[in-house]
């Protein structure tokens, strides 16, 4: 992974210290471098036809999806839920693994807007912003294993106003979790495949216990697998559980828990030029400790690094291929640690009030781990490992009450409350030995020689919604708002040259209004309107606290980001067919933006500003079609135009980017999906493929990954042996083997010119599963 701060826009900052002043680290962000009201019932609702491929959202004022968990239950098991969600119409995944589950890889936009402009939740719970360095939740994939979702939902516009979120500019993604079997039963299904990738899933239903007593369920997952290319391996294991016990005929009482532990070996960040000049595989050299050491101090006897010299012999020349010690590193890691509890009660039934409130707990530990050339270990080797560290211990209640009040519709009012108490560290851990390394990257580091920084961060974040659902006839109007106060303050532990201090985002009036109007039969027309404001986040890697404390206190005017949706569409159910179509409009204003202050190499923090604002447009559509025998076909588009209103200018008034024009980065103009599938009796199969135009990696658009088509595909067959259940299924990714380039902006994005910032795509990859259930 590369840790380079580019002179450029970026979305982090790096740090300077007093004792790597001759051997200033690099990196920009985390460890990884530079870079319709909803229902009260959190639960997973029904589809309204178990055959369908996706849901559409009928009678919702604003465009949404659903899938279900046969969608993620026929791709490669493992698979992440939001590789599952890709085929929607708007949708950009990417990652560079085979199962879209490498977090330091994954990335997903919807509409132009990045990941940490998207609300995710799962249960209701909200999981932060989808990103690698999360500083206020946690990746669905340590939240949950993919065989316990029960339905995804995809809101592609602001969504949800009721969605535990302050950062849904573009959307939100909700996850909803499977309820426990009625019938007592186990599932287990074992996979293997391509690198040695080995996958363990055990699920036990309780059943029902008693008459109309309460249900349960445990599940474990265990999943390792070697890295397509260079050495290491990515590894999880999981446990879930979750119960259900009525209380009343009216009232029931929902608890879940999850732990994860997940360790992943990375892949190392290419440019276009290293894959011209290195190839599609090279990657880190965590095989080869003697030559990493030989790069390092090479990298400091030619100045290169500005570390220490230790070995003048090592000479000043690059060893072959190397031409710079960034090309490859020893190794580098994410750990991460994860326990997430909740407990809520929840009316059911026929209740003329619906309502919900549901309490949560969640504890991460982690470390990104990086065996950096540029600060060496006081024993004299020239590497030393860098970490970035996390600590998450956050607690939250939310939940809602609703009725039908006549005249006046159906009211919604719901609240949510979060304290995240986070601490956030950068230190350095040596090592003892020229030949062979003294540290497991896959082990949690402890007993390091310095720290650079090390801070806690508390926000408190309070939200409320109203939502009425009016009906005039065919016609139905939702009019409705949300607001929220997040108050946050940093304070320094091992303060280094980040800022300290105190800062808010508030905004009690974000209002929503949308329509449906049914034609008659199976057709209706939707559109609606939606304003949403994101709050500021608190850590050392992004955000107003990842600067100078000169820069926080001259922050002044800095403005919270916003977006205004607009959309407009139809859906329609005839027959075999259903299909929608929907227009969208978006006005996104306050873009921030953290530029580097001075050369990259110095580590001065970022300086964060308002940069402008962008406007979006685009057209999505989605089509699927039941056919005779067991077949089904379904087909999705999207055009999106976003580009950048304005061009960035430094605080003397200078241009540093000519953007105004420009496409957004990362935000392909076509994106399109299709798949044939196929149930019997006996066998079943899917292919599908997936089509993305090009995309930029530079604001300035000088650089760019051209465009792609990927297939996949799936066969299987259902057995039942002595009367007992089974399903042979395997799975092909990347069928045809393209070569491919997935991740773009794995360390942020620069102004113009090729970076170091791309990851390679997985290549061809194969799968088989037994499942059964008893």
Known sequence: MIRIVSACLLAGTALSWPLAAQAADKPVADDKPATAAPTVDDSAPAAADATDIIVIGRGESRQVQRIGAADIDILASGTSPLKAISKL??????????????????????????????????????????????????????????????????????????????????????????????????????????????????????????????SAYVSYAFADTDKWKG??????????????????????????????????????????????????????????????????????????????????????????????????????????????????????????????LKGYYHSNHGQGIWFTPYVPSPSGVPISVRTTEYDIRRKGVFGSVGGDLGMFGELTVGGWYERNDFRQARRYYGLD????????????????????????YHTDTVQYYVED???????????????????????????????????????????????????????EVFGGFTEVTRAFVASATGGPFATTQVGFNNLGNLKPETSDTYELGARVHSGPFTGSIAGYYIDFQNRLLAFANGAGIIGNPAILQNVGSVRSYGVEATGQVKLPYGFGLFASYAYNDSTY??????????????????????????????????????????????????????????????????????????????????????????????????????????????????????????????????
């Open 89 to 214: 119409p708007g949708v950009n995944f990417q990652s560079a693994d085979p199962f879209g589950a490498y977090e330091w890889s994954e990335r997903v936009s919807i509409r132009g807007f990045n990941q940490n402009q998207l609300g995710f939740t799962l249960d209701g719970i909200p999981l932060g912003d989808g990103s690698y360095g999360n500083v206020n939740g946690l990746h669905i994939s340590r939240a949950i294993s993919s065989e316990n979702i029960g339905e995804t939902r995809v809101s592609q516009g602001a969504g949800s106003i009721g969605t535990q979120a302050t950062n849904n500019l573009g959307g939100t993604v909700e996850f909803f979790s499977s309820d426990p079997s009625e019938t007592f039963g186990v599932t287990a299904n074992g996979t293997y495949g391509s690198d040695n990738a080995v996958r363990a899933f055990f699920r036990l239903d309780t059943g029902t216990l008693g008459d109309n007593g309460p």
């Open 433 to 456: 030995s020229l030949t062979v390394s003294t540290r497991n990257s896959l082990d949690f580091q402890d007993y390091p020689f310095a720290t650079q920084w090390d801070f806690q």
């Open 645 to 774: 209103r304005d061009n960035v200018f430094n605080a003397a008034g200078a241009v540093i980017a000519n953007t105004a024009g420009k496409t957004v980065v990362d935000a392909p103009k076509h994106i399109a999906s299709g798949e044939i599938t196929y149930d019997g009796t006996l066998f079943f199969g899917r292919i599908g493929a997936n089509y993305m135009s090009k995309r930029y990696f530079t604001y300035e658009n000088d650089q760019s990954v051209p465009g792609r088509v990927l297939f996949d595909a799936t066969v299987g067959v259902h057995l039942d042996i002595d009367g007992r259940k089974f399903e042979l299924q395997g799975n092909a990714t990347n069928l045809f083997d393209k070569k491919y380039i997935a991740t773009i902006g794995s360390n942020g994005f620069g102004n113009r010119g090729d970076n170091q910032t791309l990851l390679v795509g997985a290549p061809q990859q194969f799968f088989v599963t037994l499942k059964t259930k008893f």
């Open 231 to 356: 050495w290491g391996s990515q590894r999880q294991s999981q446990v879930n559980a979750k119960f259900i016990a009525p209380v009343t005929p009216g009232i029931r009482l929902v608890g879940a828990f999850d732990f994860s532990a997940r360790r992943e070996n990375d892949y190392q960040d290419m440019s276009l030029d290293m894959i011209r000049r290195l190839g599609w595989r090279w990657d880190n050299i965590s095989n080869d400790f003697p030559l990493a050491v030989e790069v390092a101090q090479v990298g400091a006897n030619n100045g290169y690094t500005g570390a220490p010299v230790t070995n003048p012999a090592a000479g000043t020349a690059w060893p072959a291929p190397f031409a710079n010690a960034d090309d490859a590193y020893f190794d580098a890691a994410g750990l991460r640690n994860d326990y997430l509890a909740s407990l809520g009660a929840e009316s059911r039934g026929d209740s003329k009030i619906k309502w919900s």
């Open 469 to 523: 659902k009016l009906t005039f006839g065919n016609l139905t109007v939702n009019l409705g708002w949300k607001g929220y106060d997040v108050r946050a303050t940093a304070t320094p532990i091992v303060g280094g040259n980040l800022a300290q201090g105190k800062i808010k985002t508030t905004d009690w009036f974000q209002p929503h209004a949308g329509f449906v109007y049914k034609l008659g039969g199976q057709a």
